[in-house]
């Protein structure tokens, strides 16, 4: 007796063997999750979507359209990854030769958000809530709650875990506008406070 699936798989979607799929994913036209990938719960991927060998997932992971995942890329939980939006796991690729043993590891931790068409050279990580503004070329490691833009991109705020700006006062403290939650600013990191 066959394992009934706990996932939702687009008819024209492609699942290869080996993958490790959660409860609640959805994974809709023309995707392809290639083998050996770990997928956490109640994902999303949208259409055309192409997920590499061996690339692990996190719970409650959002994929737009057009996006690639490639191997050495990792996504903890809640990180949303916005449409047309680029990986790279090859720091100089040439097509006339084989880097294949070269890959390069990229960490987006928990609560990231990657706007759509923005690029994220490899070799670096994204901190929790991280903000990578649409059409950003990441490449260098971005801190937790900074919010990026531009190419490359650089540092212009931070973000609270709701996705709003923040504002600190000579304190050093800003309160999110739709949750109310505290964060303090000191040595140019944020936290949230209780």
């Not at 050996?36 to 109640?42: F, P, V």
């Not at 719970?59 to 737009?64: H, P």
Request: charged residues 25%; neutral net charge; hydrophobic residues 35%.
């Amino acid at each position: 007796m066959s394992e009934q699936k706990k996932y939702f798989a687009h008819e024209t979607a492609v699942i290869d063997e080996g993958c490790e799929i959660g409860e609640g994913t959805k994974i809709w036209h023309f995707s392809h999750i290639m083998k050996n990938s770990k997928i956490g719960e109640k994902c999303n991927f949208g259409q055309n979507v192409v997920v590499s060998p061996e690339v692990i997932l996190g719970n409650n992971v959002k994929v737009q359209n057009n996006v690639s995942i490639y191997t050495g890329v990792e996504c903890e939980d809640d990180v949303f990854l916005g449409p047309s939006m680029v990986f790279t796991n090859v720091v100089n690729p040439r097509s006339a030769v084989n880097r294949r043993g070269e890959y390069v590891k990229t960490l987006v931790k928990k609560g990231a958000t990657i706007g759509a068409n923005a690029t994220i050279i490899c070799g670096h990580t994204l901190h929790e809530y991280a903000f990578i503004a649409a059409g950003a070329v990441v490449t260098k490691d971005v801190k937790s709650y900074s919010l990026v833009v531009g190419n490359p991109a650089r540092h212009v705020g931070w973000m609270s875990e709701y996705g709003h700006r923040l504002n600190f006062d000579e304190n050093g403290i800003a309160y999110c506008p739709e949750s109310k939650e505290k964060y303090q600013l000191k040595d140019d990191e944020v936290r949230k406070v209780a």
